[in-house]
């Protein structure tokens, strides 16, 4: 008979009252008994290490109080099993027990009179968190109603704060008596009654009905904001689109969060009715989540090594001291994908990525490495971008030509209920922590591209745009595939003509690549029997799990290395550094000088910080503390056969002309004039079988054609298959 004492009413059970009344055998626990036993927990709980950790963090932070759920089962596991089962009932009751065993805990204060009074305290906020693992958004469904449920996604969009009423005072307009009502928390409403219950005098007119006015200045409220949450993009099925539900948040939670940020939510799915706009039928709600504890997920600091069990850790560093770890990773990366043993490494160092500094002015240095493959069809660009997408820690694809600036940046977007204007975050936004991959970078509009210059130098996306005036996180890296103006990599044109990107966004790619399809008989041999190779064992490679568990433990050794390693250049190194790059920049100032035209990709400062990040990202894929000389040579090379092999591509028309053939040149250039008046057009295979007739060579034509192209003489229409001379 335990709880005999608590004031309940004792009474037989007749039929008609199934479920427990006040009797306390059948398991049911009354107000009374969860408050005092809460009022337990919070002051006697004995943490790990002998201590007690709730009523410390109330003494610490008197307004609010984070309670494991772990913790509530080890004390009381009836008491945690209400919780989860009964929430809104149960959370405000640990609320009170929190305030109370915080005023018990405080010493007596001397008043203005001078005697011993109880301290004042206000409300104290209890967070719930847990350990579980998250239920996917959806198949949250009508059985979780009223229950605690613990999700996980991206906040795409914040409101604006509102004030909540907690107690609405409401006043009679007949007889100015006074009533307070409380009001259901999150997006409910107070329920008012219909009727005055003062009762009439001899002569004295009775109330009406509906009789009640708010009085909004004698009520109480708390701040209440409401974010959308959408799954996470690695959660979503193939070819759906990603779902998002709405979250409301209160009181210490309010503005904690900015779009793009990654949460895990434990909260209440309950319902509230939609606007009145929405006529539907009375028994259809909305259903919201009403948050009661919330952590960032993914942040800098807060998911730290803890992720990773002992074995893991034990592995990943055996690994490391392998000393062909670097070859080993590198051959991980699109195993299906044959040779482009360079572009894999550095793909393999974006992955990793360099260290992220800050400097004591507040200037942040990023450490993120940007990758560009420009080249020809069917090298394999677009796969390699989903094979990023696939083993980064967070990704996000997206086509160039499908893709504005407003959805890589952020949009501003109405609200439909309360007409108030709040940010969406974009894919740049979304990838926040790592890698945005850009499939036909040539495609997008300019005014698009932009739009991504800010995010991936500075690493933030600031707006101003219908009075929201702020600035995002994105830090992320760029992965962009793109093709040449004229579908393939034409050998005959300079690298001006051939990178039709400006230098302004060339200059902020890391390493760019010139991929190139080349017609050799041995590697053509190569490559078709490595593809019917992937094709035939395809179908057995698609039941054997290997591929799989070699992708998943890649990713994970990539975060490993991400969240525990940050490499930091020798002395040394950094001389040879200094020494490497001044030579870079005296050869191009030489190339220059002869041809009289700067180089395609410019080498700036830039290039010099992305030689660091790429040692920096060498040395982090072996788990060392400092980039060494050795990586530094290594982050040369791959710079040299990419971006300076870039800059130096196709033809240079001043060099290598030797006076026979700037005579035969001439002399083509002058047939051409005089086989095509001025604005007279014709097809460029006619002409040049027209003067390979007359005894010219096609090269040497091209090369003229190519030279009046470069002077203005002549322009190309119909995707170069046609010519017209200018005047």
Known sequence: MSGWDEGAVFYSDQAQFPRGGGDPDQGSITRHTALRKFKEFIRGFNGEKGDFPYRESLVHSPDHLTVAMEDLDAFDAVLSDKIRKFPADFLPLFETAASEVLASLRSKVAGETGEMEEPITGEVQVFLSSKESSVSMRSVGAEYMSRLVKISGIAIAASRVKAKATYVTLMCKNCKSIKTVPCRPGLGGAIVPRSCDHVPQAGEEPCPLDPWIVAPDKSKYVDLQTLKLQENPEDVPTGELPRNTLVSIDRHLVQTIVPGTRLTVMGIYSIYQASAAQKGAVGVKQPYIRVVGLEQTRETNSSGPSTFTLDEELEFKEFAQRPDAYAKLCSMIGPSIYGHADVKKALACLLFGGSKKRLPDGVRLRGD???????????????????????????????????????????????????????EGGAMVLADGGVVCIDEFDK????????????????????????????????????????????????????????????????????????????????????????????????AASKSTNATEGENWLKRYIEYCRVTCHPQLSEKAAEMLQNKYVEIRQRMRQQANETGKAAAVPITVRQLEAIIRLSESLAKMRLTSVATQEHVEEAFRL????????????????????????????QAEAQIKRRMGIGSHISERRLIDELARMGMNESIVRRALLIMHQRDEVEYKRERHVIVRKA
Do not use: C, W
């Open 639 to 666: 710079f040299n056969v990419s971006t300076m092999d870039a800059a130096r591509s196709g033809i240079n028309e001043h060099l290598n002309l030797t006076p026979e053939i700037a005579n035969e040149i001439k």
């Open 444 to 539: 997008m509009r300019p005014e698009d591209r932009v739009a991504i210059h800010e995010a991936m130098e500075q690493q933030t996306i600031s707006i101003a745009k219908a009075g929201i005036t702020t600035v995002l996180n994105s830090r992320t890296s760029v992965l962009a595939a793109a093709n040449p103006p004229s579908g393939r990599y034409d050998d005959l044109k300079t690298a001006q003509d051939n990178i039709d990107l400006q230098t302004t966004i060339l200059s902020r790619f890391d390493l760019i690549f010139i991929v190139k399809d080349i017609r050799e008989y041995d590697q053509d041999k190569k490559i078709a029997s490595h593809i019917i190779k992937v094709h035939a064992s395809g179908a």
């Open 369 to 423: 490495i940007h990758v560009l493959l420009l080249g020809d069809p069917s090298t394999a660009k677009s796969q390699f971008l989903k094979f990023v997408e696939k083993t980064a820690p967070v990704a996000v694809y997206t086509s160039g030509k499908g893709s504005s600036a407003a959805g890589l940046t952020a949009s501003v977007i109405r609200d439909s209920s309360s007409r108030e204007f709040y940010l």
